[in-house]
């Protein structure tokens, strides 16, 4: 592959716009395992064997190549590249709708479009018993105009026994995360227990993505960290949902949004929603 550009860098890892000899563009992540933890490292190694086991499916990311270099210890994954993720372009139509006057304005085909896509992948990988527990707008990118999912670093399998993982330390990305992570994740630091979270940790986000979508700003955006911390976890704290015309958008998010992971919705019931089938 020859190296055209670097197009992101994150912790320990670039990711390269490369091009092959057959003149394809894909993207070349490469991580460098030194000085990263042992769970971090392994997830490396995990996404690659989870990447494989996705191999064909339409709403993920498609790993092409890989090759694990341990003594050097750098990793090389060859994925498909994707023009753009949702997080920029979120940030784009923000800008155009506050330069337009039109900040109010809610485009409902774009929203559903977007919203059944993310569903969809994420009901894949559910199927699978893999809890994602990271998803946020720039997890989603755009490759040919299809959205798919990205970045299993953190993702884990759900054990036979149980619809709950086991984690040693808190993961994801605070203005996406549910409550139980957050709360799991601070029980373990303090009394050596893991952290537990299921399928319903991944609604809670795409729910605040879906929020994002509706009103240009997570639910919890507006607070410092700690004050964040309270509110997302705080079941007093009433989450402020301005008036849309759409109810079944508006029932969609408050569900998504239900602090309790034993009653919030589930991917099949969004999947089925009136939102997404409107003529029902």
Same mark, same amino acid.
């Given at each position: /592959?020859?190296?055209?550009? *670097?197009?992101?860098?994150?912790?320990?890892?670039?990711?390269? @716009?490369?091009?092959?000899?057959?003149?394809?563009?894909?993207?070349?992540? +490469?991580?460098?395992?030194?000085?990263?933890?042992?769970?971090?490292?392994?997830?490396?190694?995990?996404?690659?064997?989870?990447?494989?086991?996705?191999?064909? $499916?339409?709403?993920?990311?498609?790993?092409?190549?890989?090759?694990?270099? $341990?003594?050097?210890?750098?990793?090389?994954?060859?994925?498909? /590249?994707?023009?753009?993720?949702?997080?920029?372009?979120?940030?784009? +139509?923000?800008?155009?709708?506050?330069?337009?006057?039109?900040?109010? @304005?809610?485009?409902?085909?774009?929203?559903?479009?977007?919203?059944?896509?993310?569903?969809?992948?994420?009901?894949?990988?559910?199927?699978?018993?893999?809890?994602?527990?990271?998803?946020?707008?720039?997890?989603?990118?755009?490759?040919?105009?299809?959205? @798919?999912?990205?970045?299993?670093?953190?993702?884990?399998?759900?054990?036979?026994?149980?619809?709950?993982?086991? +984690?040693?330390?808190?993961?994801?990305?605070?203005?996406?995360?549910?409550?139980?992570?957050?709360?799991?994740?601070?029980?373990?630091?303090? %009394?050596? @227990?893991?952290?537990?979270?299921?399928?319903?940790?991944d609604v809670w986000s795409l729910g605040c993505i879906l929020y994002q979508m509706v009103y240009g700003h997570t639910p919890f955006s507006h607070l410092q960290f700690i004050q964040k911390l309270h509110a997302i976890t705080d079941p007093n704290?009433?989450?402020?949902?301005?008036?849309?015309?759409?109810? %079944?958008?508006?029932?969609?998010?408050?569900? *998504?949004?239900?602090?309790?992971?034993?009653?919030?919705?589930?991917?099949?019931?969004?999947?089925?929603?009136?939102?997404?089938?409107?003529?029902?």
């Amino acid at each position: /592959y020859t190296v055209l550009e *670097c197009v992101g860098k994150g912790g320990s890892s670039k990711v390269y @716009k490369v091009i092959s000899p057959e003149h394809k563009i894909f993207a070349l992540k +490469r991580i460098k395992l030194e000085g990263r933890e042992k769970e971090a490292a392994a997830g490396s190694m995990d996404e690659i064997t989870l990447l494989n086991r996705f191999k064909g $499916r339409h709403h993920i990311i498609q790993l092409v190549d890989s090759q694990i270099f $341990r003594e050097a210890g750098i990793i090389y994954m060859v994925l498909e /590249y994707g023009e753009v993720d949702l997080a920029r372009l979120l940030q784009r +139509r923000e800008k155009v709708r506050s330069a337009e006057g039109q900040g109010d @304005k809610i485009d409902l085909n774009f929203i559903r479009l977007h919203w059944q896509q993310m569903l969809e992948a994420v009901h894949i990988i559910h199927e699978e018993r893999i809890v994602h527990s990271d998803l946020k707008p720039a997890n989603f990118l755009f490759v040919e105009g299809v959205l @798919k999912l990205i970045d299993f670093g953190i993702a884990k399998a759900i054990q036979n026994d149980t619809t709950h993982i086991a +984690r040693e330390s808190q993961v994801g990305t605070l203005n996406y995360m549910s409550p139980e992570a957050i709360l799991s994740g601070s029980n373990g630091n303090r %009394s050596g @227990k893991q952290t537990k979270v299921g399928r319903a940790s991944d609604v809670w986000s795409l729910g605040c993505i879906l929020y994002q979508m509706v009103y240009g700003h997570t639910p919890f955006s507006h607070l410092q960290f700690i004050q964040k911390l309270h509110a997302i976890t705080d079941p007093n704290h009433e989450i402020d949902f301005p008036t849309i015309q759409n109810q %079944s958008l508006l029932d969609v998010m408050r569900r *998504c949004l239900d602090r309790n992971p034993k009653t919030r919705i589930g991917i099949p019931d969004l999947l089925d929603h009136v939102f997404l089938n409107p003529s029902q």
